[in-house]
């Protein structure tokens, strides 16, 4: 891959920086509203644009979304750049690593066959660890294999792939390159028209914020608040390399088959959040996701939580003599819809983690698929604010409104009640002991004469102190939140 600096970049794109862009002008298409949006939504607040600009689009961030939306941009034949601060794209990323990959698929047809991915994930498993125990759903369902459902990934493999396939559509991508501000119009008030990175300057007609979970460019431009400590979780990973037939014998998986494991309880010491085991071709990636507040109440260090969950004596022989290859650790959105206020301004659009759409479904977290779902439907609507040349805030609104009806959208809808669902403390550190405590009396033999399940089940419960009207609730907040 060619990567460049902020002059070769212009260069790159057939001009020296600062001058008027070549093709600027010129008709780009023949298709006047490829969206069929109502009139009433692109007439009002035209804005006149600038005398010249560097690119039609820069993405700020290779991340899965950036990639997604300059790969999408740059096959239209717009002039696209693609920045990141890694020293290259991918280079601080960090991800559990399920990525839903159908998306995928509609943007880099064979995706599953022809990226970097590792395994194909057929065995889903949800795991109540206690101190002690532990009570496992296990779930292998062959038909998730083909055509693939999920994959598990390597950020550090899958991004410099997915801006390979940015600069083949034509895009220019820069790396080790940190955007510092905005770049604001003289002319309007508030429009933005490029990014600065220390004293270099870049323009375009449209900004794509796609620089993941700080959101720093997007809360620069006052789109986003600052989240809440609720709001946002701390993930803490490992990778371990284990021997390709030791994984597959101790996770259960044939062939290029991988398995995803969702665990709660113990795996965080019962505070709200969830570890991870993801079977990669060589090597699992594991660890741990846990809420900021609670994580700053308990007055635990993240890295003690993280190498508790490894050393479970549950999961520790999963990776025995295994070989630490990465440590990391990175935020993660956990408010869902709540999180979401403003996505476009005048000039800038956010997708992504920069967006806010991340989702914590219990079962997992996802992010990557709504990264790369927000990022065609972006695309879409910069590509028509081009044709239309109105870059304003109400024309890009035309991506807030596609993208309510998407599924992205309708995803975060769906479950905008699971943070909610999930601030409690029932599900992280009572039911899990519950539930085994049952299993653990009907395994039980003892000697005493054998009770039916319900009796079993009643004894359980009464020595849990959790109540009937609890788990009640608890059940009927499920249904409605996810
Ligand atoms: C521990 C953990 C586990 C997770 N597990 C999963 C999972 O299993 N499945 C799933 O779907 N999601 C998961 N997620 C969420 C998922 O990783 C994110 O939702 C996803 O990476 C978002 O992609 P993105 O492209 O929006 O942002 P990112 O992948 O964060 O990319 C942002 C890019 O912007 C660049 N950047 C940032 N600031 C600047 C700047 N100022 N200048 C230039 N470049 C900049 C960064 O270098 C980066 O390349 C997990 C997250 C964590 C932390």
């Known amino acids: 891959m060619k990567v460049t600096d902020m002059m070769g970049a212009a260069k790159l794109a057939g ?4 001058e008027k862009l070549r093709g600027f002008g010129k008709t780009r298409s023949k298709v006047a509203n490829p969206l069929n949006i109502p009139a009433d939504e692109t007439e009002h607040e035209t804005w006149q644009a600038e005398d010249r600009y560097d690119f039609d689009v820069i993405v700020v ?20 750049l693609l920045v990141d601060r890694g020293t290259e794209p991918g280079a601080k990323n960090l991800s559990g ?11 880099f047809p064979n995706f599953a066959a022809e990226a970097p991915v590792e395994r194909v994930i057929v065995r889903n498993e949800l795991l109540f660890l206690n ?8 779930a292998w369902d062959s038909r998730l294999a083909e055509p693939a459902n999920a994959v598990s990934v390597l950020r550090a493999r899958l991004d410099p792939w997915l801006a390979e396939q940015a600069e083949a559509a034509g895009a220019t991508v820069m790396a080790g390159i940190r955007i510092d501000k905005l770049v604001l119009s003289e002319k309007v008030p508030g429009q933005v028209i490029g990014i600065k990175a220390g004293d270099d300057v870049l323009t375009a007609r449209i900004v794509v914020a796609a620089d993941g979970a700080n959101a720093f460019l997007a809360r620069q431009a006052g789109l986003r608040r600052d989240p809440k400590l609720h709001e946002q979780a701390l993930g803490i990973k490992s990778v371990i390399r284990l021997p390709e037939q030791t994984l597959r014998d101790r996770f259960r998986i044939a062939g290029n088959e991988g398995a995803a494991y969702a665990v709660v309880g113990e795996a965080t010491g019962g505070l709200p959040g969830g570890g991870f085991i993801y ?4 090597s699992v990636s594991i660890g741990v996701v846990v809420r900021l507040d609670s994580l700053k109440a308990s007055g635990l260090a ?5 190498d508790r969950f490894l050393a479970h004596p549950a999961i520790a022989p999963l990776i025995e003599g295994g070989e630490l290859l990465e440590y990391g650790c990175h935020l993660v959105n956990e408010g869902g819809k709540a999180m979401i206020d403003g996505l476009v301004g005048p000039g800038l659009v956010s997708i992504g983690d920069a967006a806010g759409f991340t989702l914590n479904t219990g079962f997992t977290i996802r992010g990557m698929d709504l990264a790369a779902g927000s990022a065609i439907v972006a695309a879409r609507a910069v590509r028509h604010a081009l044709i239309v040349e109105n870059y304003s805030r109400n024309q890009l609104r035309v991506y807030t409104n596609e993208l309510r009806k998407s599924w992205v959208g309708q995803d975060m809808e769906t479950y905008a009640g699971a943070p909610d669902f999930f601030d409690s403390e029932l599900l992280f550190a009572r039911l899990g002991p519950l539930v085994s405590d049952v299993f653990r009396r009907l395994h039980a033999h003892d000697g005493t004469p054998r009770r039916h399940i319900g009796t079993v089940a009643r004894e359980a419960l ?10 009640a ?10």
């Open 131 to 138: 101190n002690d125990s532990a009570l496992g759903i296990d």
């Open 15 to 18: 001009r020296a920086a600062g």
């Open 97 to 107: 690593g399920v990525l839903y990959s159908r998306v995928m698929e509609s943007v």
């Open 61 to 80: 961030g290779a991340g899965i979304a950036g990639s997604v939306c300059a790969t999408e941009l740059a096959r239209e034949g717009y002039e696209v």
């Open 279 to 282: 079977t990669n071709r060589e």
């Open 473 to 482: 609730k608890l059940g009927y907040k499920a249904l409605r939140s996810l």
């Open 302 to 306: 993240s890295s003690d939580i993280h």
């Open 462 to 471: 009464a020595a849990s102190g959790v109540h009937m009207t609890e788990l």
